[in-house]
Structures are given as C-alpha cells and as structure tokens.
C-alpha cells in the first residue's frame, strides 16, 4: 500500500492548478494521468489574461522556451458571410499557447508526486479511506480527469447520457514555410465565425507557424458537416492555403450552464471539465479548471483533514458564487423560431457595439471577472 493526503486524478490544468495551489502546505499529493506528458489535448489553446493571473505565470519566462502568442484583438462574422468587426487593444487581451505545452509546464511546477500512464481503474472505501486501483491509499481523491472523468462516474454521473454537451473538431499543425507565407491569417487577431444559427462558432488561430482550425457547437448532430463548411468557406475566402491538408480530432465538454453533475460526495471533489464548468457561450474551459482547482485547495486546507460532505460543501458554494447559479430549464431562446434567430444573429455579429461588449468583452473575455486571489507564498 501506498499512502497520500491528496490523490488528483487527471494532470490537466485543474489537476495541476489544484496540485501547485497546495505545493506550499506540505501535504503529500499525487497526480494521476492515463497518459505520459508533453501529450495533446484538442483544443484552440486561446487563455485569457487572468489564468496567467490566477497561476502567477511569468510570460517572459514562458515564452522562452514555449510558443506564447499575444493576442491583441479578434476578428468576428458569420460563416457564409464576408461581413466582419474587428475588435482590438494595444495590450494583449489573451494569449495563444499550445496545450501540449503548456499542460506540461503546469504539471512539471505543481510540486507533486506523479503517476503518469496510469489510468483509474477503481476506489473503494475502507475506514474514512479512499483506496484507488488496489493500492494507493487516501483520505480525499479529487476528480480532473476532464469530462469522461472516471471519479466522476463513481458520483453517479452517467457520462454519456447525461446534460447536453458542448461538441467541438479541431486541427493543430505546423505550417510549411511556403504555407505561413500564403496564411493570411493575423497571429494578433484570432478570427471567429459564427455558424448562421448562432448555436456555436468555428474559428481561426495562428500562433507563428502554426495554425489552428476548428469548430464546436451546442448540439451534436452534424457537426462534421459542420467542419466541412467552415473549412471550405476559409478557403473559398483564401483564409487557408489551397494545399493544406488536416486531420479534425474531435470532443465533448459541458458548459456550467447545462451541467447537472454533483461535485462533491464524502472524501471527493470534481474539478474542471469533471465537474461540467466550461463558459456556455466561448467555450472557454481553462479558465474555470484551474479556478475550480484554486477553489478546491481552499476548501481542502480549510477541512483540516476531515473530509465529510458536510465539511466539503463549502466547495459548492464558492463554485455558485464565481460561477453563478446554474440555468433553470427555462430559456427562452429556444422558443424563438430558427428564421427569426439567423436574422437576429445577423444584425447582432455586424454591430460594432454588441460585437465588442457583449461578443469580446462579456462572453469571451468575462472582463467583469476579475482573477482569483490566491492564498500562496510568492
Ligand atoms: C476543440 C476544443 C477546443 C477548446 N478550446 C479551448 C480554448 O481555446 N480555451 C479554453 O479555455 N478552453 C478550450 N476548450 C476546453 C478545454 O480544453 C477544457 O475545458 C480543459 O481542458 C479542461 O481542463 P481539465 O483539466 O478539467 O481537463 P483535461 O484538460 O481534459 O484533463 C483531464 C486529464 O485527465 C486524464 N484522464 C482522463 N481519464 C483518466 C483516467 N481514467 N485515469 C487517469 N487519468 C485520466 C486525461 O488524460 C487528461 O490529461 C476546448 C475544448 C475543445 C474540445
């Protein structure tokens, strides 16, 4: 048997934001992946200025070694249509990065013991004690294991079946010189369009060389047919260079909104994509993984080792207070018809105001939000 005081299962960036907001405390603390690291993630790699904030990372420093792409400003429009807004600052309002990259990073600084290539097979209960795959014993596990997360699954959550998902395909590579000459794409200026019945967006990102395509939506039918349409209007509109060949990976995440998933039972947390917390209308779910995984460490040093529900609830309630309260079922745009949402959507991406107020600065941005202070020795 093995012992520790805190099992993280998944080395994303709640695990590992959870993990290095506790490396101070002298707990002993284990990180769990099924997979090896570097390893990739799908995802556009588009994270906004307060998870820089929020983990205290040094953008000189980053950048030295890993590919930090500021971002200043976006470009926005509609699939089908050339119509575009383009919002920007003088200052960074996001950065790019490259998730097998920056995964890596954040794992190698958290601090704590790593069992990587290990999956979760199972936990059972024994004396106030979680022992997980028939050997590590703990008093607390904590689920990051993304939105499959196995922990979660011993909640109850019945993964597949459950609230509707947030469904996305993405396609990162490295350019050819001759490509990166050809791209017409502006590092600076991510470009995102929306799909005609404003249910998701497919965007545009370069980071150098390399480039970044993809498209989610909030329903999962068709989304391929979807990927195929937006690739074929990039480069009808010599967005992409004719020659560039990709393969789409593909993935599902719920948004807070939709999720109904319990995040905490007797000696377990959910944190990030586990725990369903994506921003609904961006997508954006680094952000909420590594504020869930600041939040639970609060929560964990405050519990002073025990570990009931009733001592963890706490978790739920700072999660509603930075989140929000979760939507009711009622939401009454889907009772407007289809026709009357695409002409709306219309009017609403080619308004400069709506564009930069409520597109950038509240849904992608969240500039209201301002980071989470963290309780850490500098
Ligand atoms: C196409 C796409 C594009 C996206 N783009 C963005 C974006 O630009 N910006 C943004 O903020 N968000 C984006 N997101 C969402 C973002 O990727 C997730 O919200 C984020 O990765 C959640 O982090 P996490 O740590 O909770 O989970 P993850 O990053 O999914 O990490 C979970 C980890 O758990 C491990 N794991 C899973 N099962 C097991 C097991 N059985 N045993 C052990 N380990 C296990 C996995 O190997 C993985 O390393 C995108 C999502 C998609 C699908």
């Keep these: 048997m093995e012992h520790c005081d805190i099992l993280i299962v998944g080395a994303g960036p709640a695990g590992s934001s959870l993990a290095w907001a506790?490396?101070?405390?002298?707990?002993?603390?284990?990180?769990?992946d099924k997979q090896t690291f570097p390893r990739n993630k799908v995802c556009a790699g588009w994270v906004t200025p307060a998870v820089v904030e929020n983990l205290r990372i040094d953008i000189n420093d980053y950048r030295k070694e890993h590919v930090l792409q500021p971002v200043l400003g976006f470009l926005i429009g509609q699939i089908g249509s050339h119509e575009t807004e383009t919002y920007s600052e003088e200052n960074p309002i996001s950065y790019g990065i490259r998730r097998c990259e920056f995964d890596h990073y954040l794992l190698e600084r958290s601090g704590a013991r790593l069992k990587l290539g290990e999956s979760f097979r199972e936990m059972a209960r024994a004396d106030n004690l979680w022992i997980v795959n028939d050997y590590i014993r703990s008093p607390i596990v904590v689920g990051a294991g993304g939105h499959y997360c196995p922990v979660a699954r011993c909640l109850g959550t019945k993964v597949k079946h459950s609230e509707a998902v947030i469904v996305a395909q993405e396609t990162e590579f490295r350019m050819t010189p001759e490509q990166?000459?050809?791209?017409?794409?502006?590092?600076?200026?991510?470009?995102?369009?929306?799909?005609?019945?404003?249910?998701?967006?497919?965007?545009?990102f370069r980071k150098g060389d390399i480039l970044n395509i993809g498209l989610g939506r909030e329903d999962k039918d068709k989304l391929s047919e979807h990927v195929k349409a937006f690739c074929e209007f990039l480069r009808q509109w010599g967005k992409i260079p004719q020659d560039i060949s990709y393969k789409f990976y593909g993935h599902a995440y719920l948004s807070y909104q939709h999720s109904l998933r319990q995040v905490l039972a007797d000696g377990i947390l959910l944190i990030?994509?586990?725990?369903?917390?994506?921003?609904?209308?961006?997508?954006?779910?680094?952000?909420?993984?590594?504020?869930?995984?600041?939040?639970?460490?609060?929560v964990i040093k405050n519990a002073k080792g025990n570990y009931s529900s009733k001592n963890l609830d706490s978790y739920r309630q700072l999660i509603t207070k930075r989140f929000g309260r979760r939507k009711t079922t009622f939401d009454?745009?889907?009772?407007?018809?289809?026709?009357?949402?695409?002409?709306?959507?219309?009017?609403?991406?080619?308004?400069h105001?709506?564009?930069?107020?409520?597109?950038?600065?509240?849904?992608?941005?969240?500039?209201?939000?301002?980071?989470?202070?963290?309780?850490?020795?500098?």
């Design 22 to 32: 506790l490396s101070d405390n002298e707990y002993d603390v284990i990180v769990m």
């Design 353 to 378: 105001w709506f564009a930069r107020n409520v597109i950038i600065n509240n849904w992608f941005l969240h500039a209201y939000q301002q980071p989470l202070l963290i309780n850490k020795p500098a």
């Design 272 to 298: 990030g994509d586990a725990a369903g917390l994506a921003y609904a209308q961006s997508g954006e779910g680094i952000r909420p993984a590594v504020e869930s995984g600041i939040l639970a460490a609060q």
């Design 180 to 204: 990166s000459e050809k791209c017409k794409i502006n590092p600076d200026v991510p470009e995102l369009f929306f799909c005609e019945d404003f249910k998701g967006y497919g965007w545009i």
């Design 332 to 351: 009454i745009a889907k009772m407007l018809p289809d026709d009357f949402k695409k002409i709306l959507a219309h009017k609403l991406l080619t308004n």
